[in-house]
């Protein structure tokens, strides 16, 4: 026999967005004790990354982000922030294989396609002929 879920649901509660996100417990007790419940719950509601952290989303109006920490030596080893390793798509970077202070920026940039019609627009603007 398999044992019950707890589902827990939230909408985004900006208008018109139709973000949810659905966290799942085992016993009653956990959902009741979810931090979830606790800072989404009872009317207080939920945002969507798009709409809490709207300059991390890349967008046509938003084309670059970036993100910067710096390495510092503590007792225990050396971190980017709270990570001894940082990574993403094309790169791994360790903090105990650079020296303290080292400054790590991470830059997301996107390029969107231009349109023909976006084409012939900027020819036009520069004196030539489509």
């Not at 931090?35 to 046509?60: M, T």
């Not at 790169?91 to 105990?96: D, M």
């Not at 830059?107 to 231009?114: C, G, Q």
Request: some cysteine; glycine content about 8%; charged content about 25%.
């Amino acid at each position: 026999m398999s044992r019950r879920e707890y589902p827990l649901r939230f909408q985004c509660k900006h208008p018109g967005c139709a973000e949810s996100a659905t966290y799942r417990y085992s016993t009653r007790r956990d959902l009741s004790e979810s931090f979830e419940l606790r800072h989404y719950g009872s009317g207080k509601g939920w945002l969507c990354l798009r709409h809490s952290e709207p300059d991390r989303v890349l967008s046509a109006d938003n084309p670059t982000t970036h993100f910067e920490v710096v390495s510092d030596e503590r007792p225990h080893g050396r971190y980017f922030g709270h990570n001894g390793l940082v990574t993403g798509p094309g790169f791994l970077a360790y903090a105990s294989d650079l020296p303290a202070g080292t400054k790590l920026i991470i830059t997301a940039r996107i390029e969107l396609p231009y349109s023909k019609v976006e084409e012939s627009n900027s020819r036009n603007d520069n004196g030539s002929q489509p």
